[in-house]
């Protein structure tokens, strides 16, 4: 059987970057996170991690923090375009990565890569259509239509989804933009600014959670009814409040009360089988596209 090629993957997240060398979940030889600052100091690290790698790689998946450029036919493909993020506006990563390293490049949003990975060799596989979403310092969501990657004009914003607030709930909401949106309302953030206490260190006992779930079921409603997606996989850091699970499962089927069927919730509401690791891996598994288009001479 002939070697498979090595692959790089890099996840470009605001708060961390994740590079790792490998050719998928069972075989990572390399793999290193560390703290997101300026773009010049970032990516120089990124090019350093891959050229002190024993072996080159034949491809790099980078899926990134945004807003950005994922449509490979523009001149600023591989951008991150209008971040508010210090330093960061119209900074070209792929470009920057495919000159440095010389080798071909894929690039899309972090959200979308790590649904790739989930599609590629997690709890996505054998489906066509299912969003990931991670919930953590901010809120973000890749979707799969039709088993590809879904773009539209730029890409899809799931985590500024407006939500209705509850009854009772004078707490201010905390995303800049838009106040109450999704990302304002239950991100890790929005969370530790609203109850005063960092969202880690709220018990499962604490009301916030009931609230934080059936927020994020509002969004969850609304991608149901816009999507008809088949799964929606949810990871990021405030997910590992594993109780929120059943509590969300609970507020989508009494949103949705009835009116679209919906299947066995407890597969349908699901983590992400890759865990933590799947924004990384959808990384590798972007960078295996390019190498399977190169075989096809796509590229
Ligand atoms: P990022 O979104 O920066 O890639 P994470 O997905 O880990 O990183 O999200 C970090 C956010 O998740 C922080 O706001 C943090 O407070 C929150 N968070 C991390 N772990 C937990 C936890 N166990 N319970 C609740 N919130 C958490
Ligand atoms: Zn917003």
Not at 13 to 40: Q, S
Request: one cysteine or more.
């Amino acid at each position: 059987m002939a070697e498979r090629p090595l692959l790089g993957g890099l996840e470009a997240g605001g708060t961390k970057f994740v590079c790792a060398v490998g050719t998928g979940p069972d075989d990572i030889r390399a793999l290193e996170r560390f703290p997101t600052t300026t773009p010049e100091e970032t990516l120089g690290r990124v090019i350093d991690f891959f050229r002190r790698q024993p072996e080159p790689i034949a491809a790099l998946g980078i899926g990134s923090f945004g807003p950005v450029d994922p449509d490979p036919g523009s001149p600023t493909y591989g951008y991150i375009t209008t971040t508010p993020k210090p330093g960061w506006a119209h900074t070209d990563v792929a470009g920057t990565l495919r000159r440095a390293l010389n080798v071909p490049v894929a690039f899309d949003t972090d959200v979308n890569a790590a649904a790739l990975g989930e599609q590629r060799w997690g709890a996505g596989r054998g489906l066509h259509t299912f969003v990931y979403l991670t919930i953590g310092t901010g809120i973000g969501g890749g979707v799969i239509v039709n088993g590809r990657r879904h773009h539209g004009r730029q890409h899809p914003e799931i985590g500024h989804l407006f939500i209705p607030r509850l009854p009772g709930d004078d707490r201010p909401g905390h995303c800049p933009f838009h106040g109450d949106c999704l990302e304002g309302l239950a991100s890790g953030p929005a969370i530790a600014a609203r109850w005063g206490r960092p969202a880690p260190e709220l018990p499962p006992n604490h009301p916030a959670w009931d609230e934080v779930a059936q927020y994020l079921a509002f969004g969850l409603a609304n991608l149901i009814l816009t999507l008809s997606p088949q799964r929606l996989i949810l990871g990021g850091g405030v997910m590992h409040q594993t109780h929120l699970f059943p509590r969300i499962r609970r507020h989508v089927a009494a949103c949705i009360n009835g009116y679209v069927a919906l299947p066995d919730l407890d597969t349908f509401i699901v983590p992400p089988a890759l865990g933590d690791r799947a924004g990384v891996l959808g990384a590798l598994a972007l960078a295996e596209e390019v190498m399977s288009g190169l075989k096809h001479g796509i590229l």
